[in-house]
DNA sequence: GGCTGGCCCTGTACGC
DNA sequence: TGCGTACAGGGCCAGC
């Protein structure tokens, strides 16, 4: 599933492709979710940015393209062929189409007034980027301290710091040896845990994203940051630090890898 | 205001 | 072989 690596990823190769060039029609699944992709239409794309998952690519009347993959969201040129029955939005930028295929349509588009995301409570309240300096090893912990709810609930809530998803979130805590159910993190391991977010998600984009299933690159490429993973997915493997065996438990209803003797609570 | 649980959505895996 | 069911999970929302 696209997480912060693989939306940075899309984002590095959409800018020489889309940058610069005018939107001469679009076209969206009927459902609310993409039918504003048609409100695109007119504009010039002067830019590709990225907020935790979300892409943002700003248009020239002072409006933005909010699109988030969801799951199984893949944006691409429109290959040559028969139609394809996923695609849930299309922009015609002239010389190429631009499109989203999302077999699941758990993605989004909106198209807001630039920087206004009450439309999208979720972008409107993202913490601090892994890579911001806003993003503090204290700031991390005095956030996970300020709720009760279990330290990985809190990471997938993009609130502690934006970009995390299942996959990267049990990375960093099993390499910064927190179990994913715990309430409560001491100081010390919340430094430990704000490295290794950093490292994970720096990991991910350094190897083009993690293709597990769907998730492939604008040039359909695969990432390879699944042959790298210490955790996630590796449930009746070997611990890599330690030896033991690790297990997949369920953590407020997502499907979570650790490994239980390193990541005691 | 914080938290929990259910829903959306569809391909895949698995059991019978 | 074919059918039914469970599962995967990010974000949103109703209800407590």
Redesign the pocket.
Known sequence: ???LPEVETVRRQLVPLVVGRRVRAAGGHP?A?FASAQAAVGARIDAVARR???LLLALDDDRELVV?L???GVLRPRPAGPAD??VRAWWDLGDLVLELRD????G?VAVVRRGDHR???????LGPEPFDPAFTPDGLWRDLR?????VK??L???RPVAGL???Y?DEALWRAHVHPAARSISRTRATALHGAVRAVLAAGIANGGTTL?DYRRVDGERGTNQLHLDC??RAGSSCRRCGTTLV?R?V?????TLCPACQRR
Request: net charge positive; no cysteine; aromatic share 8%.
């Open positions: 599933m696209p997480e459902s979710k935790g998952k979300y988030h969801g799951m199984t029955p996923y077999v699941r349509r758990f989004r439309a999208l409570p979720t972008l409107a309240a300020a709720s009760r709810l279990r609930t809190q997938l809530g993009q998803g299942n996959i979130a299933r996630y997915g997949r369920v407020d209803g997502r499907g979570t």
